[in-house]
């Protein structure tokens, strides 16, 4: 594999781009965005990415095992890290991030909106006080989180 590397993978909610740099997943975005190689990625860490997106789509997958490398502050790499440690089918609120953190809910608000590696660092188990479905930047907002949502807790309700 280049230095570099952009991939497509069709899922259940559409397509996802993956970007790779060297030896670890740079970005997870909703969409076709930039030129991607041709193919669906068979072979090595974009294979590896796919075939664990087709396990957690599948219900088959609870924690992704993959190496990320995301390029961002340290105060929002702090909160994606805190953003990894909430497990499947459960949710945590702004706030408890926030105080997990030693922020305020909007600063952890701004760092999940700036979030590149959607799903697998999962901005979309954080949600609003009380239920309340927040914000979403990737895909269709809000109603893509929904989706990751039901996805993961299908017999909880989020005020939308």
């Known amino acids: 594999m280049s230095a570099f590397a952009r991939h497509h993978i069709d899922t259940p909610i559409?397509?996802?781009t993956i970007e790779l740099?060297?030896?670890a997943l740079t970005l997870l975005e909703f969409g076709a965005h930039g030129e991607a190689m041709a193919g669906a990625p068979a072979n090595g860490l974009a294979g590896e990415t796919a075939r664990q997106l087709a396990a957690y789509f599948a219900g088959k997958l609870k924690q992704f095992d993959l190496p990320l490398r995301a390029a961002g502050t340290p105060f929002r790499q702090k909160v994606w890290r805190a953003l990894r440690e909430v497990p499947f089918g459960q949710t945590?609120?702004?706030g408890e991030i926030a105080q997990a953190v030693d922020?305020?809910?909007r600063a952890v608000g701004g760092a999940c909106g700036a979030n590149p590696i959607a799903i697998i660092v999962p901005c979309h188990r954080i949600v609003g006080a009380g239920g309340w479905i927040g914000g979403f930047s990737g895909g269709d907002g809000c109603a893509t989180k929904h989706l990751l949502l039901e996805h993961e807790t299908p017999r909880q309700r989020f005020a939308v």
Do not use: V
Request: without cysteine.
């Open 14 to 16: 559409g397509l996802l």
């Open 21 to 23: 740099s060297g030896d």
């Open 92 to 94: 945590r609120s702004y």
């Open 103 to 105: 922020s305020a809910p």
